[in-house]
């Protein structure tokens, strides 16, 4: 069963890495595919519609969902829905941390606010926001319930254990940094465009992450994550294609 720590954990690592979820490979990164991806990937439940759907999508999956206006807060791991007034798409996005009835921290996709948004999305990052055109928010079936503890910080450890494989990764939508160890604190020494390539000697998983590696121009071991990993180390989400 999945805890809310592990859904918001999962979010936190994917906003620390600059990165998004495309769940259903349309129109690029946009808001609804990360709650999508998460109802999909740890729930088994597909959700239906644009991001102001969600609620009666979740409440139709026999899902917690709280409608405004309410006495209850959003509590971590909850998924807010609001409507937005320049489009009938709406917003979505996950509740991090306890909120105090007047603010909510949030991991949100796309809202950058860049001119092609609609098509092409955003990455996943970090927000606070009141409660202006919030419309409710929902619960996937959490082991733990819809609250959970504050989550804890993502390892970081420089161990892995590489396994050879030899391929080329093309980087997806959004930039990806090249670094000295395996995890976010190593030393950032490339950064690789979207639709650069590189070859890489060896695969791994460490810290949440699945890393490709390969040895750079100075002589010296490259690290450059490309997708996230569950607990057992299976990759579940790819930032590019790998030939």
């Not at 109802?39 to 009666?56: E, M, Q, T, Y």
């Not at 098509?119 to 970090?126: H, Q």
């Not at 254990?161 to 940094?177: C, K, M, Q, S, Y």
Request: charged residues 15%; glycine residues 12%; contains cysteine.
């Amino acid at each position: 069963m999945t805890t809310a720590n592990e859904v918001i954990q999962y979010t936190i690592n994917l906003a620390n890495s600059g990165m998004g979820v495309d769940k259903d490979g349309v129109y690029g990164t946009q808001c609804a595919d990360l709650p999508c991806f998460i109802a999909k990937n740890w729930f088994g439940v597909d959700l239906w519609g644009n991001a102001i759907d969600l609620l009666d999508a979740a409440a139709g999956a026999g899902w917690e969902v709280h409608r405004m206006p309410t006495d209850a807060n959003p509590k971590a791991g909850a998924i807010f829905v609001m409507a937005v007034a320049s489009h009938p798409y709406g917003h979505t996005g996950v509740v991090i941390e306890d909120s105090d009835g007047y603010t909510m921290k949030t991991v949100e996709q796309n809202i950058d606010g860049n001119w092609n948004a609609l098509e092409v999305g955003g990455p996943a990052r970090f927000n606070s926001r009141d409660f202006s055109g919030v419309v409710g928010w929902f619960y996937p079936p959490y082991s733990s319930g819809g609250s959970s503890q504050e989550p804890t910080q993502a390892p970081t450890s420089n161990e892995i254990d590489l396994i050879p494989e030899t391929g080329t990764f093309t980087v997806g939508d959004a930039a990806i940094n090249v670094r000295r160890a395996p995890n976010l604190n190593g030393e950032i020494v490339a950064v690789y465009e979207p639709g650069q390539a590189v070859k890489y000697d060896s695969k791994g998983s460490a810290n949440g992450y699945r890393w490709i590696s390969y040895i750079g121009g100075s002589g010296k071991r490259n690290y450059m994550a490309i997708g996230q990993t569950d607990e057992a180390g299976n990759r579940i989400s790819l930032w590019g294609t790998v030939e």
